[in-house]
C-alpha cells in the first residue's frame, strides 16, 4: 500500500520500556534500572512512561512470572525522577483490581491503560468508571486486534467510549498485522469516535512494527507506542529511537530529542538489556500464526524442559487462537505435542 502522511499531524508517543519490556527483562527491573531510564525518556521529551508488571498491575504471579521489584516501588520511582513525563501503568481486568489501581494511584500514575482481549470491551466498564473518578487520564486497549474485523473493533472502541476513555488503541499483541490492516483498523476507529482520540501499539514480529505505526498514522492515529531498543515481548515492539528518526525525517517530530534518545537506546538500554528482541525463528512464527507476542518465552522455556520445538507449540497455539489470559495451554500443548509424537514412534 501506498502510505500518504500529507494529513497526519505528531502524535503523541508513549514508551512502554518500564512495562512491555519487563517481559523481555522477564521481570527483572531494579529500582536503579527503572530510574535510569525514566530520567532518560524524560529528557527526551515522551509524553508518557509506562511501568508496570509487564503484565500489568498485579500481574506478578507463579502464571505470569515474579517481579524482582514491587511494581509500586517502580512507580513511585518513575514519579520521583520524571519532570515533565506523565507516569502510566496497564491493567488487565481479572488480573489488576480496585486495590491495585488505588496503590498504583497512590504511587504516582496519572494515566491507565486498561486493556481487553478485542471481543471483550464489555468487561471493562466498572475498570474505565473507578478509573474516571479517581482523576486519571484513562486509554483503552483492544489486545489481538488482528483478529476481527474493522468494523467490529469500532462497534468495540464505541463501547469503550461510552465508559470514559479518552483513547481507544488498535493492539497489534502478535505482531500479525500488515501495513493495510492496521491503516483499516485505525480508520474505521476513527470514523466512529466522537470524542475519544485513537490510538496504535505495534509488535516486531513480522519486521513491520515500524510500517505499521506509519500506516496507522496515515489512518489518523493520535498516539502511538514504543519502546527503547524495541525492548518489549516477542520480537519486541516498534523502537522509540527509531519512530523518533523517521517521525523527524517527515515533519511529525511531537518534540522528541532523536540525539538523546539515539545515545540512550546504546548507552543507557545497553547494558541493561538481556537479550535484544528481533524477528527470529520463534517471533515470526508468532506474528504468522498470530499468537499472542508475550507466549514467545514462555513457549522457549516450556519447550526446552519438556523436549518439544517451540515453533510447534506456537503454531498449535495460534491454531486454536489462544489469546492473553490463556497461558496455562502453552505446557498443555506441549505434552499434548510431545505425547502424540511418543504415539506415532
Not at 500443548?333 to 511418543?342: I, N
Request: contains cysteine.
Amino acid at each position: 500500500m501506498t502510505v500518504d502522511l500529507s494529513g497526519a499531524r505528531p502524535p503523541v508517543l508513549v514508551d512502554t520500556t518500564l512495562r512491555d519490556g519487563s517481559h523481555a527483562h522477564q521481570h527483572q527491573y531494579t529500582v536503579e534500572e527503572v530510574r535510569t531510564v525514566a530520567e532518560l525518556l524524560d529528557q527526551a521529551g515522551v509524553y508518557a512512561i509506562e511501568v508496570s508488571h509487564g503484565d500489568g498491575l498485579g500481574g506478578s504471579s507463579l502464571q505470569y512470572g515474579f517481579s524482582r521489584t514491587d511494581e509500586m516501588e517502580l512507580i513511585r520511582t518513575v514519579r520521583e525522577t520524571v519532570r515533565r513525563a506523565r507516569v502510566a501503568a496497564l491493567l488487565l481486568p481479572g488480573i489488576g483490581t480496585r486495590k491495585e489501581l488505588k496503590e498504583a494511584v497512590e504511587a504516582g500514575i496519572q494515566i491507565v491503560r486498561i486493556a481487553t482481549q478485542c471481543t471483550e470491551a464489555d468487561i471493562s466498564e466498572q475498570h474505565f468508571t473507578m478509573a474516571k473518578e479517581m482523576g486519571l487520564e484513562v486509554v483503552g486497549f483492544l489486545m489481538m486486534s488482528h483478529m476481527r474485523s474493522p468494523d467490529f473493533l469500532a462497534e468495540q472502541a464505541l463501547l469503550m467510549e461510552s465508559y470514559g476513555a479518552d483513547v481507544v488503541y488498535i493492539v497489534d499483541s502478535a505482531g500479525a498485522m500488515l501495513p493495510q490492516d492496521a491503516y483499516d483498523r485505525v480508520k474505521a476507529l476513527k470514523a466512529v469516535l466522537k470524542q475519544a482520540k485513537v490510538g496504535f501499539h505495534a509488535h516486531n514480529n513480522l519486521g513491520l512494527a515500524i510500517g505499521n505505526t506509519l500506516a496507522a498514522l496515515a489512518a489518523g492515529a493520535d498516539w502511538i507506542d514504543g519502546a527503547l531498543r524495541g525492548y518489549g515481548a516477542g520480537a519486541g515492539n516498534a523502537p522509540t529511537e527509531l519512530l523518533a528518526a523517521v517521525l523527524d525525517k517527515i515533519g511529525l517530530n511531537p518534540g522528541l530529542d532523536l540525539f538523546k534518545l539515539l545515545d540512550g537506546a546504546k548507552y543507557v538500554m545497553g547494558p541493561i538489556l538481556h537479550f535484544q528482541p528481533y524477528p527470529d525463528r520463534d517471533s515470526i512464527a508468532i506474528g504468522y500464526a498470530g499468537v499472542y507476542s508475550t507466549f514467545l518465552l514462555h513457549a522457549k522455556r516450556i519447550g526446552k524442559e519438556v523436549g518439544v520445538d517451540p515453533l510447534e507449540i506456537l503454531l498449535e497455539l495460534g491454531r486454536r487462537q489462544a489469546v492473553a489470559g490463556q497461558e496455562d495451554w502453552i505446557l498443555r500443548v506441549a505434552l499434548e505435542l510431545k505425547q502424540s509424537k511418543a504415539q506415532a514412534l
